[in-house]
């Protein structure tokens, strides 16, 4: 099955910029999407098909993705986007296609 | 406003089954594919099932096929996963989430995102 890994933390200073990288085999050939969560709350998309941005998601959060690797950069890190963010892809050659990375705690000093 | 609402949680002996239910609103469901995904305690997420609008298209995780059934009814703008022979590790809180929606062929085999979520209903399967 398809495997996505992400580092386990990340630390930046507020001001800032934070990479937070996904890596799997050609993932630059899927999609990938992005989820911050916060303590307690449930996921939020911030970066869907790589680098598009919902409706409301600052423009800070950037992505990008080619060969084995994806990024999720933000911009001018502020303390409130301290929190867990996860990649994921659809695997749609697998019978289990729903894949989520490990997550990344990202730490605002 | 889009909302889910999720229900059904509760403590479970291992070995028994349980029953989610995933409440609607806000948007015409019977037009959307939807999931469930499910964060043990400390844990990442993990996908766990997803089900296309008319049910044409049914996925699992191979840590719950034959054990878990997911379903819906577009008529009550509702979502279930019916939980079987469950156990220890089954221990998580299970969200519904919404695909975002996909016009073209392209963006179901690419997988759209899952662009709204429910709080999510804990499940706990401890003797």
């Known amino acids: 099955s398809y495997v996505l890994t992400q580092p386990p933390s990340v630390s930046v200073a507020p001001g800032q910029t934070a990479r937070i990288t996904c890596g799997g085999n050609n993932i630059g050939s899927k999609s990938v999407h992005w989820y911050q969560q916060k303590p307690g709350q449930a996921p939020v998309l911030v970066v869907y098909d790589d680098s598009d941005r919902p409706s409301g998601i600052p423009e800070r959060f950037s992505g990008s993705n080619s060969g084995n690797t994806a990024t999720l950069t933000i911009s001018r890190v502020e303390a409130g986007d301290e929190a867990d963010y996860y990649c994921?892809?659809?695997?749609?050659?697998?019978?289990?296609?729903?894949?989520f990375g490990g997550g990344t705690k990202l730490t605002v000093l | 406003e889009v909302q889910l609402v999720e229900s059904g949680g509760g403590l479970v002996k291992p070995g028994g089954s349980l029953r989610l239910s995933c409440a609607a609103s806000g948007f015409t469901f019977s037009s959307y594919s939807m999931n469930w995904v499910r964060q043990a305690p400390g844990k990442g997420l993990e996908w766990v099932s997803s089900?296309?609008?008319?049910?044409?298209?049914?996925y699992y995780a191979d840590s719950v096929k034959g054990r878990f059934t997911i379903s819906r009814d577009n008529a009550k703008n509702s979502l279930y996963l019916q939980m079987n022979s469950l156990r220890a590790e089954d221990t998580a809180v299970y969200y519904c989430?919404?695909?975002?929606?996909?016009?073209?062929?392209?963006?179901?085999?690419?997988?759209?995102?899952?662009?709204?979520w429910g709080q999510g209903t804990l499940v706990t399967v401890s003797s």
């Open positions: 089900i296309s609008s008319s049910s044409s298209y049914i």
């Open positions: 994921q892809v659809w695997d749609s050659s697998s019978d289990h296609p729903g894949v």
């Open positions: 989430a919404r695909d975002r929606y996909c016009s073209s062929t392209s963006c179901f085999v690419k997988g759209p995102p899952f662009d709204y």
